[in-house]
C-alpha cells in the first residue's frame, strides 16, 4: 500500500513549455486534490475533484488544467509554463468516513523550476 | 474567502520543552486539522478535531478544538529533536467528501538538542 504516489519528483522547464504531473492512489479514496505550496503561504487549493468524472477550481486555478483519469489517478497539467508556477506541488486525496468529516492524505510533492 | 491565521510564524525551543501554536478564523469551520511537514516531504496528518470542544491526543501531541468553532491550538509535550518541521492548521468547511480545506501558513519549529 503506497499511499498517495507523484511523478516526476524534480523537473525544470523553460518558460511556455508544458508538462503533466502524475499522481496515484491506492487507497480507494473518492476525492483528489492538487495544491501548491510557496514559502510562507501554506498550501493552496488549485483544482480538487470530489468524485471520478467531477472536477472544480480551487483557489488559484489559472494557467493549469487537470484529468480524473479514473478513480485512482488524477494529474495537473500546465499548458504554457510561467516563472510564476515555480513551486511544491502537492497531490492529496481523501479518506471515506462515516461521520460528516474527512481527511486528507499527502503525495511526496513535486518541486519545478521554471526559468 | 476564509482564512487561518496561525501563530507563531517560527519557535526556537530547547529539547525537552513544551510547545503550543495556534490557529484562529473568520469564519466557521465543522473540522480542525493539524499536519507535520518534514523537509523535502508532503504534509502528514497528526491529529483530526470533529466536534466544538473536543480534546484530542497523539503520543505527546493534544490538540483542541475551539468552543467558538473559529479556533484551534496544538501542544506538543517534551520536545524531541525529531518534532523539527513545519506545522500547518487546516479548516474544513462542508461536512461531503471533497469540500475544500483552507490552511494556515504554517509554524516552523526548530529544536535545539
Known amino acids: 500500500n503506497a499511499g498517495v504516489t507523484q511523478t516526476p519528483k524534480f523537473q525544470v522547464l523553460k518558460t511556455g513549455q508544458s508538462m503533466t504531473l502524475q499522481c496515484a492512489q491506492d487507497?480507494?479514496?473518492?476525492?483528489m486534490y492538487w495544491y501548491r505550496q510557496d514559502p510562507g503561504m501554506g498550501l493552496r487549493l488549485i483544482y480538487y475533484s470530489a468524485s471520478e468524472g467531477t472536477t472544480d477550481k480551487g483557489e488559484v486555478p489559472n494557467g493549469y488544467n487537470v484529468s480524473r483519469l479514473n478513480k485512482r489517478e488524477f494529474s495537473l497539467r500546465l499548458e504554457s509554463a510561467a516563472p510564476s508556477q515555480t513551486s511544491v506541488y502537492f497531490c492529496?486525496?481523501?479518506?471515506?468516513?462515516?461521520?460528516?468529516?474527512?481527511?486528507?492524505?499527502f503525495g511526496p510533492g513535486t518541486r519545478l523550476t521554471v526559468t | 474567502g476564509q482564512q487561518l491565521n496561525q501563530s507563531p510564524q517560527s519557535m526556537f525551543i530547547q529539547e525537552g520543552e513544551d510547545v503550543s501554536m495556534n490557529c484562529t478564523s473568520s469564519s466557521i469551520f465543522n473540522t480542525w486539522l493539524w499536519y507535520k511537514q518534514d523537509p523535502g516531504e508532503g504534509p502528514v496528518l497528526l491529529i483530526a478535531?470533529?466536534?466544538?470542544?473536543e480534546l484530542t491526543s497523539n503520543g505527546r501531541l493534544t490538540a483542541q478544538f475551539g468552543i467558538t468553532r473559529k479556533d484551534s491550538f496544538l501542544n506538543i509535550s517534551a520536545s524531541i529533536p525529531s518534532d523539527v518541521g513545519i506545522y500547518f492548521c487546516?479548516?474544513?468547511?462542508?461536512?461531503?467528501?471533497?469540500?475544500?480545506?483552507?490552511f494556515g501558513e504554517g509554524t516552523q519549529l526548530t529544536v535545539n538538542p
Open positions: 487546516a479548516g474544513q468547511l462542508g461536512e461531503t467528501s471533497g469540500s475544500r480545506l483552507t
Open positions: 478535531l470533529y466536534k466544538a470542544g
Open positions: 492529496a486525496s481523501s479518506v471515506i468516513l462515516a461521520q460528516p468529516a474527512y481527511e486528507q492524505y
Open positions: 487507497m480507494n479514496h473518492n476525492s
